[in-house]
């Protein structure tokens, strides 16, 4: 017997689409849209905190010097931190200080927020009982199976020539999938060691058991450019897919203990 | 045995692409390239087991050892072309490793595919805009389920 599909949730935040897939005992309940509330208000006071184009957000002051850190929700210390991780472990690649106009670094966590943000909210997913959640925040995914022996959610790879076409399936039951590329916003990936756009690689996907890690690892791999997949290769428990700039790919194995 | 053919290439195709990139190299593989990647897996040719509706043909290979453990692969081909791939047996070495998401193996196709054809739940991509959503696949999806 075919399993009915999914029941589907989209809304907006952030200037991306939330898009949720449930299926299992609360798809379209009381309880299930008291979850996808309360996920969609961990994001939208995600941007409120962290936006770069709210001039009043707390990373915009920040950012101009009108307050400092201690002024700030606790959270903009704990995303700061988790850049600072993610630069030691990229060698530089990744950063939430990006070189600016006049090549001074300047202050834009979004490449750490957007995994950090829909993993938090993921938690009152993952609270329904017998249920399955898959949750896309503009392409980074996460999900989870009630069974761990259940059904797996198919999560298909865009393919960056044709972001219209699927060019890979990842069967995942409980993990996450990010994806680094420039298909929709034009080339706005840096190398944060250069501040230019790296060379010779179309889209880093990277699954791993945080959205968190497997977003910054996406882009931190995809800011090595020619050097993605072997960077990649050296990340503790991520497997991923490397589409290069010439429609190649490479699969990345992940490291067994 | 024309059909039969293109499904060996597929299969092998298939697997050079999950392994071709193994540990130590990240040499750029162009979709069925190597030879040399091809060698574990012709066991997995050797039988195969079929079930054929209208002109579609799902083909699923013998389970076949390779040094990360058994992987069978299971394949879709309608009217002489592959339209689907998927993994049904993954290298893992206990039970638990089926849920270890971070194991979670990509599956390439051979063409790439609309979102039906793929079966997909989810798009993962390069970040969706809200002006550029209803353009998208994920929109595609979530219409179809909406």
Request: net charge negative.
């Amino acid at each position: 017997m075919t399993p009915p599909p999914p029941t589907r949730y989209v809304e907006h935040v952030m200037g991306m689409p939330i898009s949720l897939a449930l299926r299992g005992r609360h798809t379209d309940d009381a309880s299930a849209r008291t979850a996808w509330a309360a996920a969609m208000a961990v994001l939208q006071e995600a941007d409120r905190v962290f936006s770069t184009y709210r001039e009043n957000s707390c990373v915009s002051r920040l950012r101009r010097g009108e307050v400092g850190l201690e002024d700030c929700p606790a959270e903009v210390a704990e995303v700061l931190a988790l850049g600072e991780t993610a630069e030691r472990e990229s060698a530089g690649a990744f950063s939430v200080w990006l070189p600016g106009p006049d090549g001074r670094p300047v202050l834009d966590p979004s490449g750490v927020v957007k995994g950090w943000a829909a993993e938090r909210a993921a938690d009152h997913l993952k609270a329904l009982p017998e249920t399955d959640f898959c949750l896309s925040a503009g392409g980074d995914v996460t999900c989870a199976t009630a069974d761990p022996d259940g059904q797996p959610w198919r999560i298909g790879v865009e393919d960056p020539a044709d972001p219209r076409r699927v060019l890979a399936v990842f069967p995942v039951l409980s993990g996450a999938v990010a994806t680094s590329g420039t298909a929709h916003r034009g080339a706005h990936l840096v190398d944060a060691r250069t501040g230019r756009a790296p060379d010779g690689v179309a889209s880093v996907t990277v699954v791993a058991g945080s959205l968190t890690w497997a977003d910054v690892d996406a882009t931190a791999a995809y800011a090595h450019g020619p050097e993605a997949a072997h960077w990649l290769e050296s990340r503790p428990g991520r497997s991923g897919l490397v589409v290069w700039a010439d429609g190649t790919t490479s699969v990345v194995q992940p490291v067994l203990p | 045995m024309r059909r039969i053919v293109l499904w060996l290439m597929s299969t092998l195709t298939v697997l050079v692409l999950l392994f071709g990139h193994s540990t130590s190299t990240s040499s750029r593989l162009p979709a069925g390239a190597e030879s040399s990647a091809v060698a574990p897996v012709s066991s997995a040719t050797g039988s195969t087991s079929g079930s054929t509706s209208g002109s579609t043909t799902t083909y699923t290979g013998d389970s076949a050892p390779t040094r990360w453990g058994p992987v069978q692969v299971e394949i879709t081909v309608s009217d002489g072309r592959v339209t689907d791939v998927s993994v049904v047996e993954y290298p893992h070495e206990n039970g638990k490793d089926q849920q270890i998401n971070a194991r979670a193996l990509p599956v390439l196709v051979q063409e790439t595919l609309d979102a039906q054809s793929a079966d997909i739940d989810m798009v993962s991509g390069a970040t969706v805009t809200s002006d550029g959503y209803v353009e998208s696949l994920q929109s595609a999806l979530d219409q179809a389920g909406l």
